[in-house]
């Protein structure tokens, strides 16, 4: 299979090299443009792949890399971060409105909402807190 396929109208398929802070081979790392909290970072396939279960193993092996090299990035550069939310957005019904893979590495720190219980069950806002 092909992995390096590109979109030519697609955002996440021509960045900008400079936008991009860590890469390997099959994807890459930049910051949010409309970022919830400072540090927010994107983990993008090179491939364009529009949802996280089309992704190949190899794809999702080298998102989990990157994962970890830029949870290590974030903590080195801000030793205020104490936890993290990562998130897909699957599907046009799941608030996806960029339909190429991107995942959402959240830095979280102490006291940046005043109740985080429930995490990401605050995309259904009265089911978050239980």
Request: net charge neutral.
């Amino acid at each position: 299979m092909e992995l390096v396929s590109k979109q030519r109208h697609c955002i996440f398929c021509n960045t900008k090299s400079d936008r991009v802070i860590e890469q390997n081979e099959l994807c890459f790392a930049r910051e949010d443009k409309y970022p919830v909290t400072k540090l927010h970072t994107l983990i993008i396939p090179n491939r364009h792949v529009q949802v996280y279960f089309d992704l190949e193993q190899s794809e999702v092996s080298a998102i989990h890399s990157m994962l970890i090299i830029v949870r290590q990035r974030i903590q080195d550069e801000d030793g205020t971060v104490t936890g993290f939310n990562i998130g897909v957005n699957s599907g046009k019904a799941a608030g996806q409105s960029i339909f190429h893979l991107h995942i959402h590495l959240i830095p979280r720190r102490n006291g940046d909402v005043e109740n985080p219980q429930g995490g990401v069950r605050g995309v259904i806002p009265n089911k978050m807190h239980y």
